[in-house]
């Protein structure tokens, strides 16, 4: 890919690959809200590890059912640190904006992440800033703001040190997006996912050992119990599509649908906890679906081709 090229796929792969992201931005609000149904039984370190422990096993048959990755020395460092930034860096950064500020206010900066995504991607020359993409990725922050009303201010005082921790998990998340791209060029999308997973698990074994242990998932009650595995098992899945879409599409296309998150959060809760159904919350997600359509909605360029099977994971 030529510098300042965005990927070109034929029409069902890329939309395939808007599915794929949508469908990852809609399991990390499903994720959310059984993580705050796990944690009064756990620590966030523990959560985490066995989150991504199942995850990565839940890959490992796939993996080794394939032909095993080649991965270039020079490449395994670098892979390893972008997991453990996106596993382990990130989410400890969020947890600490949320001992600071209300969990509705987090993920309004949050919402931040595919603007940064754009931001990142077009200084590095990965895609083009557009006027139509800034201004969809501009409504679906509102759309997340409009959704949330009430609940991110009315809980507490601006706060910037959580703020910031929040802004720097989403910059970690927008970083991440953009720098996978030439191992997602080189190596299977599964094996890349794999592996950086594995990384993130071995790092938050370490740290919780380091911090004097981690939580025994056998201590936790059947339903969370339950919960964790459901985290564990859609988190992988979920990482491997996400990979899987930006190895065919540009990574602001992907990270604008992590505005589906909040938006899922909330409808479960109005579905499963009998919050009231707001008109902030249809505005928002009005907005959000308006963003959306807007920020996706320019042409590609040149010819429709099919990225090859090494490039972008087909062989696994």
Not at 1 to 25: I, N, Q
Not at 248 to 274: D, E, N
Request: net charge positive; hydrophobic share 55%.
């Amino acid at each position: 890919m030529t510098h300042g090229a965005e990927p070109v796929v034929s029409r069902h792969t890329a939309a395939l690959a808007l599915l794929a992201a949508a469908a990852v931005g809609v399991q990390v609000g499903a994720a959310t809200v059984a993580s705050r149904f796990v944690l009064p039984q756990t620590d966030p370190i523990s959560l985490a590890l066995m989150r991504y422990s199942i995850g990565a096993l839940s890959m490992a048959p796939f993996i080794l059912a394939g032909p095993m990755p080649s991965f270039k020395v020079r490449d395994l460092l670098p892979m390893a640190a972008l997991g453990i930034i996106q596993f382990a860096v990130l989410i400890a950064l969020l947890n600490v904006g949320l001992t600071y500020i209300p969990a509705a206010r987090a993920s309004l900066v949050f919402s931040a992440f595919p603007m940064l995504t754009m931001m990142i991607a077009a200084a590095l020359g990965r895609e083009r800033m557009t006027g139509r993409k800034t201004v969809g990725v501009m409504l679906t922050m509102l759309g997340v703001g409009l959704s949330l009303g009430d609940k991110i201010f009315g809980d507490a005082a601006v706060n910037l040190r959580g703020e910031a921790a929040v802004l720097a998990a989403a910059l970690c998340g927008a970083v991440c997006s953009v720098l996978y791209r030439p191992y997602l060029q080189r190596y299977p999308a599964l094996a890349v996912s794999g592996y950086a997973m594995l990384a993130s698990v071995v790092f938050l074994a370490l740290l919780g050992m380091w911090r004097g242990g981690v939580t025994n998932p056998l201590a936790l009650t059947l339903p969370a119990l339950a919960a964790v595995v459901f985290i564990g098992l859609s988190s992988g899945i979920a990482y491997f599509i996400l990979l899987w879409a930006l190895a065919r599409t540009t990574p602001t296309s992907v990270t604008v649908f992590q505005a589906l998150a909040p938006i899922t959060a909330t409808a479960r809760g109005i579905a499963l906890l009998g919050e009231s159904l707001t008109l902030n919350f249809l505005v928002g997600l009005s907005a959000v679906a308006a963003g959306l359509v807007v920020a996706l909605s320019y042409p590609q360029s040149g010819p429709p081709s099919q990225p090859s099977a090494s490039a972008t994971g087909d062989q696994a």
